[in-house]
């Protein structure tokens, strides 16, 4: 089974526009972190926000949330007000703390978001 | 800090040739990885390192070899090349990992090296 599930291969959203980037996982630990990074054409891996299985509150970066929903497993990513400069690759990404040192980042398949001006 | 750098950017091999893509970090972090990104798709582990001396496979080990001597250097060493070895390499790295995987710290990716194996 595949642990991250991103369905949306690609997006086209208006400038301006708030968009919602669906990632859902699975794990049986019940310590893990999902991150979201963005991977512009230029290919670095930019980490854009971080969300702990025991975090109470939705993490927020800037215009980046994370709509966190852990009995669903959902971790979808919404960016608000989307900027010619956002178009890029995204990628949810899950680490599990089931052993000391066997730490891993466990990537989805990305989905590929246009911003269309 | 320079964080995490990988040498070369870019690299055209024969097939059956062998090589060793560099990565270096200047964080002291303990963790260090080896990641690969087919075209269109995530990243997959290839190996990672906990510390110096010590490394283990990731997801897809084959055709690969590491080695760990420092904690700044973690090399990944291609022996014969394959076509199916085509693909670009990300180096990562990081402070914490296992047991403090709820910790906010994120993995720093080095700028990837682009391999193409003919």
């Known amino acids: 089974a595949q642990k991250i599930t991103q369905t949306q291969p690609g997006m086209f959203v208006q400038e301006k526009e708030a968009v919602t980037l669906d990632c859902t996982y699975d794990?049986?630990?019940?310590?893990?972190?999902l991150f979201w990074y963005k991977q512009p054409s230029s290919g670095e891996m930019i980490f854009l926000i971080y969300?702990?299985?025991?975090?109470?509150q939705n993490a927020t970066e800037g215009r980046y949330s994370l709509n966190f929903q852990k009995a669903r497993k959902s971790a979808n990513l919404v960016i608000s007000a989307s900027q010619l400069g956002d178009s890029a690759m995204y990628f949810c990404a899950m680490r599990e703390g089931t052993n000391f040192g066997n730490e891993k980042l466990t990537f989805g398949t990305g989905t590929r978001l246009t911003i269309i001006p | 800090n320079a964080g995490v750098t990988q040498t070369p950017k870019f690299r055209i091999l024969k097939i059956g040739q062998s090589m060793t893509l560099q990565c270096t970090q200047d964080?002291?972090?303990?963790?260090m990885y080896w990641y690969r990104q087919d075209p269109g798709m995530g990243l997959k582990l290839i190996y990672y390192s906990v510390g110096a001396g010590i490394t283990d496979k990731g997801e897809v080990p084959n055709g690969y070899n590491v080695s760990r001597s420092t904690t700044e250097d973690f090399p990944l060493r291609l022996e014969l090349a394959a076509p199916s070895q085509t693909s670009v390499y990300f180096c990562?790295?990081?402070?914490?990992?296992?047991?403090?995987?709820?910790?906010?710290?994120?993995?720093?990716f080095g700028p990837g090296t682009r391999l193409l194996v003919l």
């Open positions: 969300q702990g299985s025991y975090d109470q």
């Open positions: 990562a790295s990081s402070p914490f990992g296992g047991r403090f995987a709820s910790r906010r710290e994120t993995q720093y």
């Open positions: 964080m002291n972090h303990n963790y």
């Open positions: 794990t049986s630990d019940p310590s893990y972190g």
